[in-house]
């Protein structure tokens, strides 16, 4: 047993604690739940940061739609408007375009054997191979690839096209995956890095627009949401008609040096949810078309801003600073130490976010609050533990209103005592010496015992609060620690009940074969000092006073009045129903001036069992 505590000490219970929430805060870090907490909140940063503190940007990407109203207006479907696609690649080769990138795939056939009826006998083919050919010559062209869920990979692009576009640079992919990384709520969050690409390359679309404009091409993080204003794009038909009227000059002025990105517009055409609104033709809440997220994370790359995360280790060890909370005794002010850290680590979170890094706090917090709450259950268990023990080892030593009181932290050395009204109560029991002449020790101990006990009980029961016995004597006194109404009242019930109790515990002895016993109680009310009395070392819960002194010559009056029960004129004032007590007269009491009191017998067993008052 010895050996068990050893290993169970207080401070090695500590250390086991903070290494268990370490543990926590290790597994908070990668929880399925804190990271989507997280995301949660990164998003409302974004919709504040957008909202109060918009961040313009330097380098702008341009989105050209292909929306309904092109469709509306050509005689083929999306997938035969080669010549299209090719006038649109030439046009912005023509206007000087930085790069061209397209959120769109490739035709997988030739389609040759299909001609136009408007382009004297061009057919499909022949015309997007031309405008490829022309446009790579002068312009870094990025076109998408699509993954076949039904086939598990990239669908291919038609050889001739990928044989045109592979002829470009090769600081760049110019066919790349438009496939993108979603969270747990399917929002676009993060850089769609080889992690997210279902072939694992680390080719993404937006990624190869931004090396072909000249950038690095090793990007990580998450995409910076708080960039730039709403887009707004430019429908594809409206530059096909500036060139058709030969507004080169417009087309220059719009597109030169810029990097242009083509995709679908339409309102139920590859859409994706974002976290903040990016679409300025949409409502707030509508899917965003795919396109977008693309020009997003080209805005963050083009002004090489994206959005670092704070790296894991890093995090753990803020964890373990808030596993600190686990320490100390002060809850209070432990609390308030836990609110002001965690403004601290909600303001350093959107400080960081300024030098557009991001501070995820969920598992910080999370951490933090485990160790605050289980830390206050920690305390609060040790302190029941201590209340218990306390309780346990004193409960025959105090009355249990004194015992609560200790418990509850009312009484201690330290505390003063006060002045209150109570009511005193002295018992004796009659022919005591001579009752111990003719028995053994044992034996009168073990009566006494016995009769203690009973009466104890009765005090306890109205609320007294006994102060100490006294060989065969008892004191207890009423209104304190307990405040009642009428202490009085309730000390004169307690008296005739002991009286009560006393003719059944007399039948007791005789049964035995034991003396009977003949007790007088006196009774008197008044302000007494109540409180601790005696040393740092030795101390108990007491009443003084002159009240406390004429209880006890009231008491020794018993015997001479022939009454068991005598009260003072204070105590019978205070009591409901006095028809049964007897006036004595003024009666000279030891060390003080005489006083009025009155005498209380049973005047038979069925008046000894009467009802008593209510307390």
């Known amino acids: 047993m010895t050996q068990v505590r050893r290993y169970f000490t207080p401070r090695l219970l500590q250390a086991y604690g903070l290494a268990g929430l370490l543990a926590l805060a290790w597994l908070f870090l990668h929880l399925p739940l804190v990271i989507a907490l997280d995301n949660k909140l990164l998003d409302l940063q974004f919709t504040l940061s957008r909202r109060y503190n918009p961040q313009t940007v330097a380098i702008d990407p341009i989105v050209v739609g292909i929306n309904e109203a092109f469709l509306d207006e050509v005689d083929e479907p999306l997938a035969l408007n080669h010549h299209h696609l090719a006038e649109f690649i030439r046009i912005m080769s023509q206007a000087g375009a930085r790069v061209i990138g397209m959120d769109i795939s490739l035709p997988e056939k030739r389609y040759d054997q299909l001609v136009s009826v408007r382009k004297d006998a061009a057919d499909f083919h022949q015309s997007l191979l031309a405008g490829l050919l022309q446009g790579v010559q002068t312009t870094p062209l990025v076109v998408a690839k699509v993954w076949d869920l039904k086939h598990s990979h990239f669908r291919d692009i038609q050889l001739d096209y990928a044989a045109v576009l592979n002829m470009q640079d090769e600081k760049f992919q110019a066919i790349a995956s438009a496939e993108f990384c979603r969270d747990s709520d399917q929002r676009i969050r993060r850089f769609p890095g080889r992690d997210c690409q279902p072939d694992r390359s680390a080719q993404g679309l937006a990624s190869e627009i931004a090396a072909a404009a000249g950038m690095r091409r090793d990007w990580s993080g998450l995409i910076n949401y708080r960039l730039g204003a709403p887009f707004q794009y430019q429908p594809l038909q409206d530059i096909l008609k500036l060139a058709r009227e030969s507004k080169q000059a417009e087309l220059q002025r719009r597109y030169s040096g810029r990097v242009v990105l083509l ?267 109540i409180g601790q009395v005696g040393s740092a070392e030795r101390h108990e819960y007491t009443a003084i006073g002159d009240t406390v002194n004429t209880a006890a010559r009231i008491e020794g009056l018993c015997k001479d009045v022939g009454y068991p029960v005598v009260v003072s004129q204070i105590v019978k004032d205070k009591l409901a129903g006095t028809a049964s007590l007897t006036s004595l007269g003024d009666r000279n009491l030891k060390g003080r001036s005489a006083i009025a009191v009155y005498g209380w017998r049973p005047e038979s067993d069925a008046e000894s069992q009467a009802c008593i008052e209510p307390d």
Request: contains cysteine; hydrophobic residues 50%.
């Open 263 to 529: 995709g679908a517009t339409m309102d139920a055409t590859d859409l994706v949810d974002l976290p903040v609104s990016l679409a300025g033709w949409l409502p707030a809440d509508e899917p965003h078309p795919g396109v977008l997220a693309h020009a997003q994370l080209l805005r963050s790359m083009l002004n090489q801003r994206m959005l670092q995360q704070v790296d894991n280790g890093s995090l753990f060890i803020m964890c373990t600073l808030f596993a600190l909370f686990w320490f100390g005794a002060s809850i209070r002010r432990k609390l308030l130490l836990f609110l002001v850290a965690v403004l601290g680590l909600l303001a350093l979170s959107g400080i960081a976010m300024q030098y557009d890094v991001w501070l995820p706090p969920i598992a910080i917090l999370l951490t933090g609050l485990l160790a605050l709450g289980s830390s206050s259950a920690w305390q609060s268990w040790q302190h029941f533990v201590d209340k218990q023990r306390l309780s346990k080892a004193f409960s025959g030593r105090v009355s249990p209103a004194v015992m609560q009181e200790i418990v509850a932290g009312r009484i201690d050395q330290t505390a003063k005592s006060r002045r209150l009204p109570v009511c005193v109560l002295f018992s004796d029991i009659r022919g005591f010496t001579t009752l111990c002449e003719h028995a053994q020790a044992e034996d009168i101990v073990s009566l006494l015992n016995r009769y203690f006990a009973v009466m104890s009980k009765i005090v306890h029961a109205h609320g007294g609060t006994i102060d100490k016995f006294i060989g065969d004597g008892l004191m207890a006194f009423f209104g304190a620690p307990q405040v009642l109404a009428n202490p009085e009242q309730n000390a004169f019930n307690a008296a005739r009940e002991m009286l009560h109790a006393l003719d059944i515990l007399n039948l007791e002895f005789q049964a035995e074969g034991k003396a009977t016993l003949q007790i007088g109680v006196g009774l008197h009310g008044g302000d007494a000092v």
